[in-house]
């Protein structure tokens, strides 16, 4: 495994571990400035739009998996298709459980960072 693949690795893990805490600031800090993320039923979204969903959510507690099941590496870009398990409880409410696949574009930035730039989400209800 190269460093590049390496690193690519632990933001998908640093994510997924930052989600579980509700870190919402660290997530921030794994994307780019200019990222879009696309879901079923929805018009493409940034950063901006993404911090505001989450802060909706509140004290909802997320937890899941991430299995990287494709990466490829394109020199300062890379692609990654992930299968994810997610479960989303609110408080006093019932857990939601989505599962599904993402494809993901990574850009490495000037400092020599990999971050999220493009990610089409693919999570159905499980």
Do not use: C, H
Not at 25 to 52: I, S
Not at 72 to 77: A, E, F, I, N, R
Not at 100 to 114: A, Q, V
């Amino acid at each position: 495994m190269t460093d590049d693949e390496s690193a690519i690795r632990q933001v998908v893990e640093t994510w997924m571990a930052a989600s579980r805490k509700g870190d919402l600031e660290t997530v921030l800090g794994l994307m780019t400035d200019d990222v879009v993320f696309m879901v079923p039923g929805k018009e493409p979204f940034g950063k901006e739009a993404f911090a505001a969903a989450s802060k909706v959510m509140g004290e909802t507690k997320i937890d899941g998996t991430s299995e990287i099941v494709e990466l490829k590496l394109l020199g300062d870009w890379a692609v990654i298709r992930n299968r994810i398990e997610m479960t989303a409880t609110p408080p006093g409410g019932e857990p939601v459980r989505r599962s599904g696949y993402t494809l993901t574009l990574l850009r490495k930035e000037g400092d020599g960072r990999w971050r999220l730039a493009r990610d089409a989400n693919l999570l159905a209800s499980a």
